[in-house]
């Protein structure tokens, strides 16, 4: 069964304590994986796509790379305002699975000033 | 604007007594798809659809129904609501189903006693 899974559950920083997030996936033949933000009350808000191993992308204090078997959300010098779930969704391969999206059950990171 | 609007946004019914959640999307996003939010499990799939008359099953699809007539719309109909349903939905939508990030609504709560 394809699976998705992230760690830490839930992360504790200071302000300015950087520190990374995994993702990690049993999709066979990955179309793409999505970051996504989730503040309480709201849903879900899109950070990155990445589709191939080796590929990084960077916004602000970000920064997501992926492997052949997983994905990391890098957090430069955290603010408080960082502080939110963040939510990796895979895509699954062409055939009958095609449309479907797998979601990890999230990282719930505090940052502290 | 552009959005994905959900309604309503809270919801407390009784078991059995059949209920909408609508969904619309001002995008012309072809592909929508609906999501239940429970702690611990993350974010999963119930229903997805590609295009207009075209739906498939998410990982959870029992106990929901979908249609799309329409391009915009993509309404999740609970015919028999059982306790089991209570939980926090997502509507979503994407311009490709694949390589392109969800916008998803602000979220339903739904309450089934």
């Known amino acids: 069964e394809d699976q998705v899974t992230q760690s830490p559950e839930a992360l504790r920083l200071q302000e300015g304590e950087s520190s990374s997030l995994n993702c990690s996936y049993t999709v066979s033949g990955l179309r793409g994986l999505f970051w996504y933000r989730q503040d309480p009350g709201k849903g879900p808000e899109f950070l990155f796509t990445l589709y191939s191993a080796g590929e990084e992308k960077e916004k602000e204090r970000l920064k997501a790379t992926l492997t052949k078997k997983e994905s990391f959300l890098h957090i430069t010098a955290p603010k408080p305002e960082d502080s939110a779930t963040y939510l990796c969704?895979?895509?699954?391969?062409?055939?009958?699975?095609?449309?479907?999206?797998?979601f990890g059950q999230g990282t719930i990171l505090t940052v502290h000033p | 604007e552009a959005q994905v609007t959900q309604n309503p946004r809270y919801l407390i019914t009784v078991t059995g007594k059949k209920l909408t959640v609508t969904c619309s999307q001002n995008?012309?996003?072809?592909?929508m798809s609906w999501y239940r939010q429970d702690p611990g499990l993350g974010l999963r799939q119930i229903y997805y659809?590609?295009?207009?008359?075209?739906?498939d099953k998410g990982d959870v699809p029992e106990g929901y129904k979908v249609s799309r007539k329409e391009k915009r719309n993509f309404p999740l109909i609970l015919e028999s609501p059982s306790p089991n349903q209570t939980s926090l939905y997502f509507c979503a939508s994407s311009l490709r189903p694949v390589s392109s990030p969800l916008h998803f609504g602000n979220g339903t709560r739904l309450t089934v006693t």
């Open positions: 969704a895979v895509t699954h391969p062409g055939g009958t699975s095609y449309g479907k999206l797998t």
């Open positions: 659809s590609m295009n207009v008359e075209v739906t």
């Open positions: 995008m012309n996003h072809e592909y």
